[in-house]
């Protein structure tokens, strides 16, 4: 009789995109529909940071599943690995701010570049800036801390032992689209599909970039998910979209133009390799298997 943990030794990658979908796809609404009935009446909701009780589970789908991954292969050894290596220092505290910091300059221009003026964006900002931050937390609830471990922190890692940088993250975009249509076909994402996987590839680049450019730093990929994912939230919120001129561009198509420039200057200047140079175990010619959360064997 096949062992799960033999399974999941010899494909961990496989593993890891079916418990995931299972997780998110399967077992949440199960699970949703139980705790109505045993808590008749419950519910919460948080609609600007995508957050409620009927999405919650499906959106730790990748945490969850990575997370058990790892306590299957290495036990509570892993975890306290996961912890070690992801904790903030001085290395880490530009990046935390270049991730934070970005997004709003990507919605800033494309709002700009959509006739929007900059005193206007500027007193959005200024004058609901604590709504600002809860959608940000509520980002990294909903967003950031139910995905990135799995994305970046499980799947990326993996892929990377027998594929390029470029190929891996081409991959990982795939997998991460295809968990997310059934939200977009369901309707409980509002975005249109061609526009979100437009976007999404280009993320995903971004997102690469971040985790390689920051020695593979979770905390710096999850807060820029969560600030990523908030930009239009909140704009969308007090600048209604028929306040818009749209011109000389789109705002919406602007949005994604940038980012597409975005991730084709990473593309370019880093020669396809997206920044992989400065992770930490591409330096050594062999890295110990318990010096990062991304070695796990």
């Known amino acids: ?63 969850i599943a990575a997370l058990f991954l790892i306590i299957r292969l290495n036990g509570f050894r892993g975890l306290q690995s996961i912890i070690h290596f992801n904790r903030v220092t001085s290395a880490t505290a530009g990046w935390l701010f270049v991730a934070l910091a970005l997004p709003l300059v990507m919605i800033v221009l494309s709002y700009l ?41 499980f799947l990326l890692p993996r892929l990377l032992k027998t594929n390029s940088p470029l190929m891996a993250t081409f991959i990982v975009f795939v997998v991460v689209s295809l968990w997310h249509f059934p939200a977009l076909l369901a309707g409980w994402k509002t975005e249109p599909i061609l526009p979100w996987t437009i976007l999404s590839l280009a993320i995903t680049i971004v997102h690469s970039w971040f985790f390689f450019r920051s020695g593979g730093n979770l905390v ?29 561009f789109h705002q919406g198509w602007a949005y994604i133009l940038f980012y597409c420039l975005l991730a084709l200057v990473i593309i370019v200047l880093t020669k396809g390799n997206l920044g992989s140079d ?13 010096s990062t959360n991304h070695e796990f064997e």
């Open 1 to 63: 009789m096949i062992k799960v943990r033999e399974v999941i030794n010899k494909f961990p990658i496989i593993s890891f995109i079916v418990l995931t979908f299972l997780v998110s796809h399967i077992a949440n609404p199960i699970v949703v529909e139980l705790i109505h009935i045993v808590f008749p009446g419950f519910t919460f909701s948080f609609p600007e940071a995508q957050l409620n009780e009927r999405s919650l589970i499906a959106q730790y789908g990748p945490t």
């Open 113 to 153: 570049a959509a006739g929007v003026s900059f005193p206007a964006l500027l007193t959005t900002l200024n004058d609901h800036w604590q709504v600002y931050v809860m959608i940000i937390a509520g980002f990294l609830i909903s967003a950031g801390l139910a995905e990135e471990f799995g994305w970046r922190g």
């Open 220 to 248: 710096v990929v999850i807060l820029f998910h969560a600030s990523f994912d908030a930009q239009y939230s909140f704009y969308s919120r007090f600048i209604p979209g028929m306040n818009i001129a749209n011109t000389p």
């Open 278 to 290: 400065c992770l930490a175990w591409n330096k050594r010619q062999k890295p110990p298997s318990h």
